[in-house]
């Protein structure tokens, strides 16, 4: 009778892939309701953070608005680099990036 159960390097590479996937992978805008300085209803869309892009921003800027579009009214990118040190212990780096951008949907069906 053969063993069926893989080898144990097989199983961690195998766990590694399941867990970094999700990690590698583009996440969503986060998407808050606001309002432009003209009174329009507007969404305000964070895409920060290493693994979000501004593809994100214009993904979810089209899945809010749907097909009449929308105007940009505002969008910032800004990036910020972390460096901390604590005696006995070492340094770390870390660089972030933030990406905001402002829309309001352009009239018609939303």
Not at 40 to 69: I, V
């Amino acid at each position: 009778m053969q063993n069926s159960i893989p080898p144990l390097s097989t199983l961690m590479k195998l766990l590694s892939y399941v867990c970094l996937v999700p990690l590698l992978t583009a996440c969503p805008a986060i998407v808050h309701e606001s309002y432009a300085q003209d009174g329009r209803k507007a969404y305000s869309l964070s895409c920060s953070g290493k693994f979000r892009t501004w593809d994100a921003c214009f993904t979810a800027a089209g899945e809010t608005c749907g097909p009449a579009g929308y105007d940009i009214l505002d969008k910032t990118s800004e990036k910020t680099e972390n460096l901390t040190f604590t005696v006995g212990v070492g340094g770390d780096y870390s660089l972030s990036h933030m990406r905001t951008m402002l829309i309001a949907c352009k009239p018609g069906l939303h």
